[in-house]
């Protein structure tokens, strides 16, 4: 059980163009999802927390403009990274909470790693 | 304000002895604190988590962690390395509502045959 996926596992794109990234949990409905950014050989980063239903909320110095997160349902949420330049190439990595008690893990899922050319 | 100090950004050990990787963390209420493992290019894997109950925890694959409040620790062991345990070891601490998690820097085992 708590398995969360993400799709896609890898992208390639051009500098200028968007790309979406997808998180689902698949057998445990997330009132609660969160993203992260994780550099090469460095520890993750949040950078939002979205709850289903509503806006996200954005750490300290991470653009909302930029990266644009879509809870819609309890079972997905979407990351946008819009005009996406060299520097935002990174693994992201979503991770899911259980609406059900205990509400103390975090699920994480498989990461998705964009390249930007 | 949570945060966590992993004392080492490399280990090496040699398969079949024990393995510690170190941990303290700061924290102004008593804490939630978990061990997650990343294999490369891989997801994170929750390996145990202390959350004021037993403070010896113990996790999958023969992992275990003690959470001592004196010295503000929660190191992690293991009586015998494996070499499938070579991967990168992230010690982590919760807010109070479990709303972020706050990761250290990571240390990155090698197990050597």
């Known amino acids: 059980g708590a398995v969360v996926s993400q799709h896609p596992s890898w992208v390639i794109c051009k500098s200028g163009t968007s790309v979406k990234i997808e998180c689902r949990s698949l057998d445990f409905q997330a009132t609660t999802m969160f993203w992260y950014r994780q550099f090469p050989k460095q520890s993750l980063m949040l950078m939002a927390t979205?709850?289903?239903?509503?806006?996200?909320?954005?750490e300290q110095g991470v653009e909302k403009d930029k990266f644009l997160i879509n809870h819609a349902s309890l079972t997905l949420s979407t990351l946008t990274v819009t005009s996406a330049h060299p520097e935002d190439s990174s693994f992201y990595i979503c991770?899911?909470?259980?609406?059900?008690?205990?509400?103390?893990?975090?699920?994480f899922g498989p990461g998705t790693r964009l390249t930007v050319l | 304000a949570q945060s966590v100090t992993q004392l080492d950004s490399h280990v090496s050990v040699s398969e079949g002895t024990p393995v510690l990787l170190r941990c303290n963390y700061s924290?102004?209420?008593?804490?939630?604190l978990f061990w997650y493992v990343q294999h490369p290019n891989k997801g994170l894997q929750l390996l145990l988590k202390y959350t004021s109950a037993a403070t010896l925890v113990k996790g999958i694959n023969g992992f275990e962690a003690e959470f001592k409040k004196s010295e503000t620790s929660f190191h992690l062991t293991k009586p015998s390395a494996h070499m499938s345990d070579a991967a990168e070891y992230f010690c982590?601490?919760?807010?109070?509502?479990?709303?972020?998690?706050?990761f250290g820097s990571g240390t990155k085992l090698n197990v050597k045959p």
């Open positions: 982590v601490v919760s807010d109070r509502n479990f709303n972020k998690f706050y």
């Open positions: 924290s102004s209420y008593s804490p939630s």
């Open positions: 991770s899911a909470r259980d609406k059900r008690e205990p509400y103390n893990e975090q699920f």
């Open positions: 979205s709850n289903e239903g509503s806006k996200a909320t954005y």
